[in-house]
């Protein structure tokens, strides 16, 4: 079936340092994958997205990679910052308004 | 501001024991979403419908059922409640606005099946 694999499940960053999280999926009809933020009591929220048809896409600190013929993308956050500590997911859906999300990364960032 | 709402937040209920959770949303928003949340799990569908006729199962749908009673509102019940039903269940809606998909989640019920 259906599958998005994220890894690391939990990565330690030092404030000022990169973070990267990679997902695979598995669907080759996916063409949309978003990246959803989820501090620590909250409801998930969007923080960027990007079709299939980019390969990548920035906003400030943040951005996203696709490779399609791997069936990778990745999270790029730069100049990590405290409030930067969340669960990151990402998801992936083939256009169907069906997300399959992966199974999470925990953020610290460590000051 | 338009939102997604829950309601309970938390709830500690009893092995099987009927419980309804309720989610309505002012987003103008066709299609809505049941998810379960659970440590190292990720967020699963549960059930999803894209409008008040079109109720869909997901990838978890057994021991759930739903109700579309129109198309603000979106009810999820467990009909005999077990311990592993335990998790953070999350209410979401989307529609196609300029092409994107983006899911809004509402806040979260808490549930607990002791």
């Known amino acids: 079936g259906e599958n998005v694999e994220q890894h690391p499940s939990t990565l330690s960053v030092q404030e000022g340092d990169s973070a990267v999280i990679k997902c695979t999926y598995s669907d080759s009809a996916s063409n949309y994958f978003p990246w959803y933020k989820q501090e620590l009591g909250k409801r998930p929220q969007l923080i960027i997205d990007?079709?299939?048809?980019?390969g990548e896409k920035k906003d400030q600190r943040i951005a996203v990679t696709l490779n399609k013929t791997a069936k990778h993308f990745s999270l790029h956050i730069t100049e990590t910052q405290p409030e930067d500590s969340a669960v990151y997911f990402c998801a992936a859906s083939s256009g169907t308004y069906k997300y399959i999300f992966g199974t999470g990364t925990r953020l610290k960032v460590l000051a | 501001d338009a939102d997604v709402t829950q309601t309970p937040r938390n709830r500690i209920t009893k092995t099987g024991k009927r419980i309804m959770l309720e989610c309505s949303q002012t987003k103008g928003h066709d299609r809505m979403y049941w998810y379960r949340q659970d440590p190292g799990l990720g967020l699963r569908l549960i059930y999803y419908?894209?409008?008040?006729?079109?109720?869909n199962k997901g990838e978890i749908s057994d021991g759930y059922s739903v109700s579309r009673q129109a198309q603000a509102k979106f009810s999820l019940s467990l009909e005999s409640a077990i311990p592993n039903q335990t998790a953070l269940y999350f209410c979401?809606?989307?529609?196609?606005?300029?092409?994107?998909?983006?899911?809004?989640f509402g806040p979260g019920t808490r549930l607990t099946v002791l």
């Open positions: 990007i079709r299939s048809n980019v």
């Open positions: 979401a809606t989307s529609d196609l606005a300029g092409g994107r998909y983006e899911q809004f």
């Open positions: 419908s894209f409008d008040v006729k079109d109720i």
